[in-house]
Every structure is written in C-alpha cells, then in structure tokens.
C-alpha cells in the first residue's frame, strides 16, 4: 500500500508517530526534526512557509497570554506534533498506492463510503480555504451587522458552495468513467442461443492476433435439443474436464442444481484456471448462473476478478439472469453483447 | 442510475466534509471560550449541516447520514494537534440518531424534527450513558450521592436537581427540534440550486 522500499522506512513512520504522542517534549521535537527532513528540498513546492507561520501562532500564542511554564510544555508539544503529522502526512500521501488504499477501504467500509471518504480528503483544504474566505469577507463587509439575515445569507452562501462543489465532482466522476471505456462484456442471449460459441470465436480471434488470453469455456453436449453435460476447458493450456452432467455420470459430486449434478474436479479445473488469469489477459468466464448467484460455483472466482480487472473481462450470462447478476455482483460499468435467437454463428473446430 | 450514484457520493462527501470542518474549527473555538451548551450547539450545527444534505440526496437509500458522520468524524480525528477517538464515537452516534430519526419518519418535517431532537440530546445524555457502560451499575450510586451531597452544600432540593435537568432536556430537544425545521425550510429552496452558478 505504501511504496516503501524496505521496512525501515515504515518503522521509522510508525516510531516518529509513537514519539510524538508521548508526553515528552524532547522526544516530540525529535520526531518533528525528523518528519521535516522527510520532506527536506520540498518546501517550497508543498507551500509549507504559511503552514509553519499558522501553526507557530495558534501553538505559542496560548504561552503569549499566559506565561507558565504548564502552558509552554503544552504549546510545544502542540506544536511538535503538529509539524510532525502535517510532514508524515505529505511523506505519506506521496508515497502512497491510493488504488490499492482506495480497494483495502471499499472492503473495510463499502465501495461508497470509500469513494465519498477519498474525495472529501481530497476536498477538505479547498473547502477549508473557501470557507474562511467567505467568512472573511462577510465580516469585513458587515462590521455592524444590521440585521440577523445577513447571517443567513452567510449559511445560505456556504451551502450554495457546497452544492455547487458536489455537483461538479459529481459530473467529474461521469465524465471520468464514461472516457474510460467499459473493459467489461457480458454476452447473453437465451439458452442455445450460441453465446459460448461467439465466446469461443472471440477467444480464438484474439489468440491469432497474439494477446494474452485466459479464463474458461462451457461446451457441452446437446441431446434433443436439451443441454446433456457441461464441460469446461481453460482456454490458456487447452485441457478440459467435464464440470457437470444430467446422466449421473458425475463421480464426485459437490452440488446438484437444475438437474445437473457438478463435479467437485471439474469444479476446482475451471475455478484454478481463472486463479491463473493475470491482470494484463483478456479473460472469458463462462457461465455465469443461477448457482453463482447462491454465492457457488464460480462466483469467489469472479469476485476476485471484478475486485482486480483484467485488460477486458467477457462473462456469458443467460438474458434472464442478467439483470439479477450485474446487481449480486455490482457491475457498473458494463456492455451487453446481445446474441438474437436466431442468429447463431458456426462453432469452431 | 449510475449518475444518480455519482451525485450521492458527492453530495455525502461534500456534506460530511463541511461538517467535518465545523467541527475542528468552531469545536476548537467553542471549547476554548467554554461558553455553556457548546457540546448541544456543535451537535446542532452539524445536524444541520447533514440534514440540509440529506434533503438534496439523489438517492436517500441506505444510510447516507452515516457516510456524512463517518467522514466528519474522520476530518476530526485528523484536526492537528489532538488524537481523540471519543469524538469519533460521538460524531458517529449523533449521526446514527440523526439517520435513526429519517429512516423511521421518513425524509419530511416529522423525520427531521425528531432526528434533530435526537441527536441534539445527545450530547446530555453521554456522559451519563458511557460512563455508565464503563463504570457499571455502581455509577448510579455515586451519582445520586453527588446529587445529595451538592444539594445539601447549595441549599437545593434534590426536586430541584431533577426540574434543572428537565429544563435541559426540553432545551436540547428544543434546539434540536429547531435546527431539524430550519434545515427543512432552507433545503428546500435549494433544490434548484443545483448546476448554478455561485
């Protein structure tokens, strides 16, 4: 999560932080000297002469008023502390991996709590800034405030503000998914309606042009017209084994649902090699059923890929589940290849 | 709907932002002036921050309200100077009370007034709450001889302990109540305030 290239470095964070919360102040001016020569050669690009001066009045201006030596202790140590967070916190922010920090909290707190924390941080000193200046010049304009409404429109002018600051990082938030292109495909139609087939074309199309290709296929074998077993092939090393069968000749059985009974080796085949996907693959899942939806089957799997996205991610979804599957799941940003009932494109050898 | 998400997750960011910075600016001041009711007056601006942006959510589902209190407390916790993580439990606690108070009534008058009230009164009643939770059953044994023993130093009937702490009350809920019917009327006119220019 942080770009530390060796342990020291994040224990000397983690000791700068013990020392400073301490009651000492020898020790707290110690952690500030040393958090200062994290940044050194920075100053004037972190804007930091404004901060030291605030922080020097706010801290000493308590001993200013009230000269004992209780308050001194206090001032400085508030002070120490004060450069001390304020120079981790930069080192911090620009050694950070803000991706993996930002997936770390979607898991902890939930994936909207997570964006609207990352953008408040991100907020917070232009808010600041923009709203000490308007009070600023509120009370420069209203040294003897006539009426209470010239307080109101104060309020009504801070939440003007804010509504206008959430509207645009709003529109920023669309306008960045909608320029960042769907990288995920769901491919449905209805049963037999040739969706492994347009995968498995897709998959072979490109393999010949030379990308990396991974994830699974479910053929299987059709009997009068009905679906008789399941079989699921890695498409990076070529082998399959069959995942499910209507025929009872399934020996190790795991679940049992719809009629087919699923293989406890066929299942462990298809969930390894989408283990075996890497981020730069264009990876295939098919399918995506009503038993992923109980949370079975190849469902860990897909979260797993959904939580870190490949180049591009194919899923072959029945059209009646597709709706169910992108809510359980929680896919946003997606394209729907819709194969028509009677369109059907040859299978591949 | 994906720009309906969007919005809310602005709106909630921004809302508990600005929260988050009353907070650590005006809780800094107030606590230092030690002017009385400070705990009541924080608690009321906040909720009225929050319950003006609970007004304009695009998606009111869920607890929203939660969000704003998670990321002001954050913005707290990370004021200079101080670490204190009882002020993240109490941010977060007047914002359950607030969410508390419109997921039951609802996003109207009722639910506002009520989620004001609640959580203004709060601030009365955590001290007497937590430690309690801490110390256990035998803190209400040293309260009431803390009672006895001012009333008998000041002269006061403990009658008029008990009419003291009612007058609070009625004045939390009453600030609460007020802040929860300010917000209704002032978010109001700002629904069309979106994508104006300020």
Known sequence: ?349 | MKKKYYYTVAYIAAFGTLWGLSESTLGTLLHALGIPMKGALLTAIGAFIVLCGARLLPDQRGIPLIGMGFIAGSIKILSLGYLRVNILTSILIESLLLQAGVSLFGYNRIGFLVGGMMACLWPLIQRVLIYGILFGHGIQAIYLEMLRTGSARLGIPLTGFATLLTLLFIAHASLGALVGFLAWRLSRRFGHARHDPV
């Open chain 1, 1 to 349: 999560m942080i770009r530390f290239k060796s342990f020291s470095k994040w224990s000397f964070v983690c000791l700068l932080a013990g020392l400073s919360l301490g009651p000492w102040v020898g020790l707290a001016g110690i952690a500030a000297l040393s958090a200062i020569l994290l940044n050194v050669g920075r100053f004037r690009e972190n804007r930091s002469a404004k901060f030291y001066l605030s922080v020097s009045i706010i801290s000493f201006l308590p001993y200013a008023l009230i000269r004992r030596a209780d308050i001194l202790h206090l001032s400085l140590l508030l002070f120490f502390r004060s450069l001390t967070f304020y120079n981790t916190l930069l080192y911090l922010g620009e050694n950070m991996d803000f991706a993996r920090f930002h997936r770390y909290l979607s898991r902890g707190i939930g994936r909207q709590f997570s964006l609207s924390l990352s953008m408040a941080l991100n907020l917070l000193p232009w808010m600041r800034r923009n709203t000490l200046e308007s009070h600023a010049l509120f009370v420069l304009r209203q040294r003897r405030p006539k009426r209470f409404l010239g307080y109101v429109s104060f309020i009504k002018t801070i939440l003007r503000q804010t509504i206008h600051t959430a509207d645009q990082m709003a529109e920023n938030l669309i306008m960045d998914g909608q320029s960042r292109g769907p990288a995920l495909f769901i491919i449905t139609g209805e049963r037999q309606s040739g969706k492994t087939t347009l995968a498995a074309n897709r998959a072979a199309e490109f393999l010949s042009r030379g990308w990396a290709v991974s994830g699974i296929l479910a053929p299987g074998t059709i009997e009068n017209g009905r679906r008789m077993t399941i079989r699921v092939r890695n498409i990076r090393s070529g082998e399959d084994r069959l995942l499910a069968s209507r025929n009872g000749d399934v020996a190790d059985v795991c679940d049992d649902y719809g009629g087919f009974r699923f293989s406890k080796t066929g299942l462990d085949f298809s969930l390894q090699a989408l283990r075996e996907t890497t981020p730069d693959d264009i990876v295939f899942v098919d399918e995506i059923g009503p038993l992923e939806l109980q949370g079975k089957g190849h469902a860990p799997a897909l979260r797993a890929l959904l939580g870190r996205p490949p180049a591009a991610l194919y899923l072959v979804v029945r059209l009646s589940l597709v709706e169910s599957v992108v809510k359980y799941f929680r896919i946003e940003n997606h394209t729907l290849i819709h194969i028509p009932e009677l369109s059907k494109e040859s299978s591949p050898s």
